[in-house]
């Protein structure tokens, strides 16, 4: 009877040293498994404990695989959470081409149109070799308002901005559009006989301020 039940003790710890190599065990995938097994015989006779083995396991810890799409998305919210905040110089830098748009009210309309500003524009920026393409990421946009009073003294703001296109959600519905990531503005006033003259000088010299801060942030 004693030696049946030293046998029976011996197939218990045969089993536990079994489920301790299998790498589908489930202690073994959550790394619960103890460091020591041990197993007590009871001997059915006497009432009494008759062995005691001791059987040190190797403690193992199961990793799966993470998916590709997981590793991508815990990588791009872990960027997106953690971005740093970007200076102007850092806005233009990396930029390697811009498309061109202009907007104009209607009074600087009677002076001068639409396509002579864009076109002055782009040629200041082919002049400094600054890549214009119409499917650009970015654009880089002149903006020139002006109101004239009674003695026809027109007074204009003018602003040239680099936008970009940013996606963004509103009630979990996702948007996009161009926002300005680098802007500067001015306003001056002109008469009548001067004042196409004023407005071309004071585009020039936005389109040359502008260049002159994206050589700044990508030297040739």
């Known amino acids: 009877m004693r030696l049946g039940t030293i046998a029976a003790g011996l197939c218990i710890l045969l089993c536990v040293s079994q489920i301790g190599c299998r790498g589908d065990a489930p202690f073994l995938t959550k790394g619960a498994v103890p460091d ?12 009494r404990d008759t062995v005691e083995v001791v059987k040190r396991v190797t403690r193992r ?16 919210w872990s960027s997106y959470w953690m ?14 081409s811009l498309s061109v748009s202009v907007s104009l009210n209607e009074n600087i309309k009677k002076l001068i149109t639409e396509e002579r500003a864009k076109t002055r524009l782009e040629l200041t920026l082919r002049q400094f070799n600054i890549r214009i393409r119409d499917q650009a990421t970015h654009s ?25 296109r940013v996606r963004f959600s509103r009630e979990g519905v996702l948007f996009t559009r161009y926002a300005p990531l680098w802007e500067q503005g001015s306003f001056g006033y ?31």
């Open 190 to 220: 002109a008469g009548k006989t001067v004042a196409k003259d004023a407005l071309l000088e004071a585009w020039r010299t936005k389109g040359e301020s502008f260049v002159n801060e994206y050589l700044g942030a990508n030297p040739k």
């Open 61 to 76: 810890v199961v990793v799966r695989d993470t998916p590709d799409v997981y590793k991508f998305a815990y990588n791009f």
């Open 36 to 47: 020591t097994v041990r197993v007590v015989v009871r001997d059915t006779v006497t009432l």
């Open 83 to 96: 971005a740093e905040y970007a200076d102007e110089k850092r806005v233009l830098k990396g930029v390697d």
């Open 140 to 164: 880089l946009n002149l903006s020139i308002d002006g109101l004239k009073d009674d003695d026809d003294l027109l007074i204009y703001t003018i602003s040239i901005s680099l936008l970009e």
